[in-house]
Every structure is written in C-alpha cells, then in structure tokens.
C-alpha cells in the first residue's frame, strides 16, 4: 500500500534543481525537472555520493563525487543501465510534493 508523505513545496524546488529530503529519515533526492517532479535514493552504487547535490541536464542527474550519470525516471545508470538507484512516485497535490516511502528500494 502506498504511503505518501510531503516533503516540500512546489515552491521551494525551482525547475533544473535537487535537493535532499529525508520522509520518515528515509534519505530522498528530489528534483525538478522542467515542471515534473521526480525521486530517486540519494546516495550514487559508485561511491555514495549526495545524488541531491548533483547537476540536472536532460533527465538525468550527475553524482558531484565521480561524475557518474543516472536516469531520474528509471534511476539506471547511464555505464550500466542494469545497476540503479532506487526511483520513488511523486505526486503534486495543492501546491506541496509528496514522495511514496513505500517504493524505490
């Protein structure tokens, strides 16, 4: 069953921008990706890097430590599509972001 949980504010995530956010201390990186909300784990397969701190282009983010490139919709990875990040569903309700703890991992 699904458990949605808000984590922020459409207003607090601007378009082409991440950030960390941690429902029920599950670590969580949302982004903004050109109005679609998306969430996927925040630590990079490679070396745990801070996905939430990590550069959006094209529907992917980029881990800030090694470079290393994930899709946000299917949280593969762009090296080896078979080794991913866990990818969460986000629901937009009333101008607030909600992310499902129960999915992604």
């Given at each position: 069953?699904?458990?949605?949980?808000?984590?922020?504010?459409?207003?607090?995530?601007p378009?082409?921008?991440?950030?960390?956010?941690?429902?029920?201390?599950?670590?969580?990186?949302?982004?903004?990706?050109?109005g679609?909300?998306?969430?996927?784990g925040?630590?990079?397969?490679?070396?745990?890097?801070?996905?939430?701190e990590?550069?959006?282009?094209?529907?992917?983010?980029?881990?800030?430590?090694?470079?290393?490139?994930?899709d946000?919709a299917?949280?593969?990875?762009?090296l080896?599509?078979?080794?991913k990040?866990?990818?969460?569903?986000?629901e937009?309700r009333?101008?607030a972001?909600?992310?499902?703890?129960?999915?992604g991992?």
């Amino acid at each position: 069953m699904a458990n949605f949980v808000k984590v922020a504010e459409v207003a607090d995530l601007p378009p082409g921008q991440g950030m960390v956010v941690e429902p029920e201390g599950t670590p969580i990186a949302l982004f903004n990706v050109e109005g679609e909300f998306r969430a996927i784990g925040n630590s990079c397969i490679h070396r745990g890097g801070p996905l939430g701190e990590g550069t959006v282009e094209e529907g992917k983010v980029t881990c800030p430590w090694h470079a290393w490139r994930f899709d946000l919709a299917t949280g593969a990875s762009e090296l080896d599509p078979s080794a991913k990040v866990p990818v969460y569903s986000v629901e937009v309700r009333d101008g607030a972001v909600y992310v499902d703890v129960t999915a992604g991992g």
